[in-house]
């Protein structure tokens, strides 16, 4: 079956530092997204990439998705303590069908 | 407001006992799904909707259960619940736009004791 794999699967990071987390697939896909889920909400997207190579920025975020289809990352600049919570790269073809990575989870000291 | 409400937030019940968790979405969308969330696991799909009465599974659907008499709602039963079942369920919507996103819930935090 399709798999997708994200990493780190955790992070601590001080505050103001840029922070980097990818995904990869092991089949192509249309669509790359990128939830962040708060502590106790559910998951809120973030950026959509629809197009190989688009690079998509969403204030102090910046995601890519990979010219070979198969792979995404995502950049936070300059971190802040409410960057604190749980990422999610997804994937689809377009349909309903989603697959989900395992999720980064973030941790901003002060 | 728009958007897609979940309820109870919060539940606790008891081993053998029916629950049934609620989701209400205001924006038409015709695709509704429920995922459950637990560490190690990500998000799994349990099962999802195309339109009011059109139901089908997803990952891990045994021991749930759902209906959608409405495009508006689509409640998920635990028919039996059990401690494997403890998890935080997420509802979500899609609206079939060929760049629509998943929009999800707040979820509710389930605990089988």
């Known amino acids: 079956g399709q798999q997708l794999n994200q990493s780190p699967q955790s992070m601590f990071i001080q505050e103001g530092e840029d922070v980097s987390m990818n995904c990869t697939s092991s089949s192509i896909f249309n669509t790359w997204l990128w939830y962040k889920q708060d502590p106790g909400e559910g998951p809120v997207l973030l950026i959509a990439l629809y197009k190989a190579g688009e690079l998509t920025s969403n204030g102090r975020l910046t995601a890519q998705f990979g010219i070979t289809r198969k792979d995404s990352f995502l950049n936070i600049s300059a971190s802040i303590p409410s960057d604190v919570g749980i990422y999610f790269c997804a994937l689809t073809s377009g349909t309903y069908k989603y697959i989900f990575g395992t999720g980064t989870r973030l941790k901003v000291l002060a | 407001d728009a958007g897609i409400t979940q309820s109870p937030r919060y539940k606790i019940t008891e081993t053998g006992r029916q629950v049934t968790l609620m989701c209400h979405q205001t924006?038409?969308?015709?695709?509704m799904f429920w995922y459950r969330q637990d560490l190690g696991h990500g998000l799994r799909l349990i099962y999802y909707s195309a339109a009011a009465d059109i139901t089908d599974k997803g990952e891990v659907p045994d021991g749930y259960v759902v209906s959608r008499s409405k495009t508006e709602n689509f409640p998920l039963t635990l028919e039996s619940a059990t401690r494997s079942q403890t998890s935080v369920y997420f509802c979500a919507s899609w609206g079939t736009g060929v760049n629509s996103p998943l929009h999800f819930g707040n979820g509710t935090r389930l605990t089988v004791t």
């Open positions: 924006w038409s969308h015709s695709y």
